[in-house]
């Protein structure tokens, strides 16, 4: 191949950056996953320096160089996908002045409930401040404090001095594109979620209405480009810490949900897929915004030309994997393969996990709730407990899916796509088959996302005539199907009866409904 034909995509998770050298077709050349620390301390903080993902970036291309030599000279363009909700604050030249607070940082939650409450009042909501956060941005932050509205309050109020010498805020990829470009720019998925972002067909663009009603300025916020536009070419310094061409473009890239949602190939309106990674999450792409109020999950303009992408987020799903599997042994940094390889026989009277290690979002928005691990007795084993969490997430799944699923113009037929970490492991794909009565299928499961992030670059390159068509041809690169299976099928659906009962009293212990 001549110099410029290859994407270099990167996807920043929670834990991990996933690479991938792309080419036309989206065929994925080489993959590389290179790992940055999380601080998780008491209080519910959880913070990153932005410097680390930097760094595991260079060391990721650096490997694939080494496996491919000059497979970086041929790069065509650089794109980024990313965790949201994060608040990196940076000064002029981009340095940070603090780690990044990530989105799942919860200190903010009391900000955020008093940011959002207040008579008169309907579901933690003041009605007014509601209704005009529906009618501009169609949703309002979550109650949990995660969303980068609450966070930057929380900065004014608890670090005054360094927000005073904030220049811009900037989410994990908007960082990341200033480190290579110079620029601060974010995307409209991004945007949209600090609740600041009017999303009106026509009017999409930063909203001075909201800036003022939340008293949080806009100043501080990057300018909204489309996830296809070029962003800039690589600053010299970045190139040489990279060892990509100095004037290569970069893609402004899109968040984590917009990317998997491409890389999962169902871009049709109403077809959903689903997403099992540090959280999880149920998506699909909308013809307009779509809005769940009581059940706490909304489109929201998606990077790729401000399409309605509906997400209904949970909390905790690979992360509630990784702390049982912790907690048999399996170290700090567990591997997932070993843990969940052999869980045994299903049982009926297997013990429940409810997997609310950090709260939940979708369909019950309350951070007071926690994880449960409920009917333990004497004869259960390590087996029994790993069998709870993979049945644990995928119930928890099938919760929120189940309250999607009634909105008009869901696809209910045909295979359900599920990508993420957790896609790769056979026990849990099928037992999500199994909660939802409905066929699921995995490809490129761990490695959707590159492919999503690749696709934003896919009209750039020349390759596809728009993203979508891009996308496109992701849909029937099926590696696995799995289909319900009758017997484990009707024991879920006794053991979910139970489940709902254990479900609603375990909220209402912490105050809530379920």
């Not at 290179?34 to 930097?54: C, N, T």
């Not at 799942?104 to 955020?112: K, M």
């Not at 849909?475 to 709902?500: F, I, S």
Request: glycine share 10%; with cysteine.
């Amino acid at each position: 191949m001549s110099r410029g034909t290859l994407v270099i995509a990167a996807d920043f998770g929670t834990s991990s950056v996933k690479l991938g050298v792309v080419a036309e077709g989206m065929k994925l050349l080489s993959r590389r996953i290179e790992s940055y620390p999380v601080q998780l301390a008491s209080g519910g903080i959880a913070e990153q320096r932005p410097e680390d993902w930097w760094a595991a970036l260079a060391r990721g291309l650096s490997n694939i160089e080494a496996e491919m030599p000059g497979t970086l000279s041929r790069a065509g363009s650089l794109v980024f996908s990313a965790q949201m909700c994060g608040v990196t604050c940076v000064d002029r030249e981009g340095t940070p002045l603090r780690p990044c607070i990530i989105w799942q940082d919860i200190r903010a939650a009391r900000i955020a409930r008093d940011l959002i409450g207040g008579f008169p009042e309907a579901l933690g909501y003041n009605l007014p401040r509601l209704m005009r956060w529906i009618r501009i941005a169609n949703g309002a932050p979550a109650k949990n404090g995660m969303d980068p509205i609450a966070k930057m309050h929380f900065l004014m109020r608890e670090e005054p001095e360094l927000w005073a010498r904030t220049h811009r805020t900037l989410d994990v990829k908007d960082w990341l594109l200033h480190r290579a470009t110079g620029r601060f720019v974010t995307t409209a998925d991004s945007a949209n979620l600090t609740w600041l972002m009017d999303t009106r067909p026509g009017r999409e663009g930063w909203s001075r209405t909201l800036s003022e009603m939340t008293e949080t300025p806009l100043d501080k916020l990057p300018g909204i480009v489309d996830g296809t536009s070029v962003v800039g070419e690589l600053t010299p310094r970045a190139a040489a810490e990279l060892g990509l061409p100095a004037d290569l473009p970069v893609i402004a890239g899109g968040g984590d949900v917009t990317a998997t949602a491409l890389g999962s190939g169902a871009v049709a309106d109403g077809a959903l897929h689903l997403c099992i990674s540090t959280s999880a999450w149920v998506s699909g792409f909308f013809p307009k915004r779509v809005i769940s109020v009581p059940h706490s999950y909304a489109t929201v303009a998606s990077s790729a030309g401000y399409r309605p992408l509906l997400i209904a987020t949970q909390e905790s799903a690979g992360s509630a994997l990784d702390w049982v599997a912790r907690l048999m042994g399996y170290g700090d940094t567990p591997d997932l393969e070993a843990a969940y390889g052999d869980v045994g026989t299903w049982r009926e009277d297997d013990p429940f996990l409810i997997p609310w290690f950090a709260g939940e979002r979708v369909p019950v928005d309350n951070d007071a709730l926690r994880g449960t691990l409920h009917g333990l007795s004497i004869d259960h084993d390590r087996r029994a407990v790993a069998r709870a969490a993979i049945e644990g997430v995928a119930l928890n799944l099938r919760w929120a899916y189940e309250s999607v699923a009634k909105k008009p113009g869901v696809q209910l037929d045909g295979p359900l796509p599920l990508v993420g970490g957790g896609a790769a492991n056979p026990e849990l794909a099928q037992t999500v088959a199994d909660a939802l009565d409905r066929e699921v299928t995995t490809g490129e499961s761990r490695f959707a996302g590159v492919l999503g992030t690749a696709a934003l670059a896919a009209p750039e390159m020349g390759w596809d005539r728009d993203v979508w068509q891009a996308a496109g041809r992701l849909r029937d690169r099926v590696q696995t199907r799995y289909v319900p299976l009758p017997g484990r099928r009707e024991m879920l659906e006794r053991r979910y009866a139970k489940l709902r009962k254990l479900r609603r009293l375990m909220a209402k212990s912490y105050g809530g409904g379920a």
